[in-house]
Antibody, heavy 118, light 106 residues
Framework: EVQLVESGGGLVQPGGSLRLSCAAS????????MHWVRRATGKGLEWVSA???????YYAGSLKGRFTVSRENAKNSLYLQMNSLRVEDTAVYYC????????????WGQGTLVTVSS | DIQMTQSPSTLSASVGDRVTITCRAS??????LAWYQQKPGKAPKLLIY???SLESGVPSRFSGSGSGTEFTLTISSLQPDDFATYYC????????FGQGTKVEIK
């Protein structure tokens, strides 16, 4: 059974940093592209970042330079390092798997809440 | 950047109704479109990919159509479990979600 479990969320002050983790199981993690998506309260889904199986990284334009995505295939883990956090980064962050070329995001974690507030 | 626009933003319907949600892309995305369902406090669930392919385990009352810039999600007979928010997503160039359509009980 495919499972994605996020952790690392919490309360942080504006300007602070946080590192999210996503533990994957039930599939060959190293073979799949992985993404981060967030949803702020009262708003819609927003794509955040991606890392391919080859290690190529992509970011939403508004986040580039502040967020860094990485993966550790030996640990079946995905990470999102978030720096210079802003109030508007407050959201539930989901990790999700993209199932191969031409497919969409088929498995999602339960999400981890990041609150940026003073 | 490709923008995705869904309509309507909110839809009030009754059990048994046929429901259609529209999604428009700011430029052609071929068939690289997905639909997701999200309920409060839950992760999104993939319903449709490649514009019209039904994800495994998703009831056949859900269907998708379209190509290029215009797409639709249709629920043929709305069930109590279907009251939720629906999002389209393009994955032709990077990844962009529509703003969502909330399906409410009439």
């Amino acid at each position: 059974e495919v499972q994605l479990v996020e952790s690392g969320g919490g309360l942080v002050q504006p300007g602070g940093s946080l590192r999210l983790s996503c533990a994957a199981s039930g599939f060959t993690f190293s073979s799949d592209d992985m993404h981060w998506v967030r949803r702020a309260t009262g708003k819609g889904l927003e794509w955040v970042s991606a890392i391919t199986s080859a290690g190529d990284t992509y970011y939403a334009g508004s986040l580039k330079g502040r967020f860094t995505v990485s993966r550790e295939n030996a640990k079946n883990s995905l990470y999102l390092q978030m720096n210079s956090l802003r109030v508007e980064d407050t959201a539930v962050y989901y990790c999700t798997r993209k199932r191969g070329y031409g497919y969409a995001f088929d498995y999602w974690g339960q999400g981890t809440l990041v609150t940026v507030s003073s | 950047d490709i923008q995705m626009t869904q309509s309507p933003s909110t839809l009030s319907a009754s059990v048994g109704d046929r429901v259609t949600i529209t999604c428009r892309a700011s430029q052609s995305i071929s068939i690289w479109l997905a639909w997701y369902q999200q309920k409060p406090g839950k992760a999104p669930k993939l319903l449709i990919y490649k514009a019209s392919s039904l994800e495994s385990g998703v009831p056949s009352r859900f269907s998708g159509s379209g190509s290029g810039t215009e797409f639709t999600l249709t629920i043929s007979s709305l069930q109590p479990d279907d009251f939720a928010t629906y999002y389209c997503q393009q994955y032709d160039s990077y990844w962009t979600f529509g703003q969502g359509t909330k399906v409410e009980i009439k």
